[in-house]
């Protein structure tokens, strides 16, 4: 289980993560450096069942795929 606020390391910059739930859903919501607006992420399954990182509202797509490797390599690494 992940906890409600961790950090990770992107771009060389430790950022917080915050997670939350809506509709059974985790989402993370990252707080980026430099002002940026947060990004809001989650896992979402495509038509044929592959699962990948998105972000709420559409439109950070990539952002999403770089940092939501990060969120699961740190919940692998404390969920041992």
Do not use: C
């Not at 990770?8 to 980026?32: E, P």
């Not at 450096?33 to 509202?57: I, Q």
């Not at 952002?63 to 041992?80: D, H, S, V, W």
């Amino acid at each position: 289980m992940l906890p409600e606020k961790f950090e990770i390391v992107y771009n060389g910059n430790k950022v917080d993560v915050h997670t939350f739930s809506i509709d059974k859903q985790t989402l993370f919501r990252v707080m980026l450096p430099g002002g940026s607006a947060p990004l809001v992420l989650g896992r979402a399954t495509h038509n044929e069942g592959d699962k990948f990182w998105t972000s709420f509202p559409e439109g950070r797509q990539g952002l999403a795929e770089k940092i939501g490797p990060l969120i699961e390599q740190y919940y692998r690494a404390n969920n041992k």
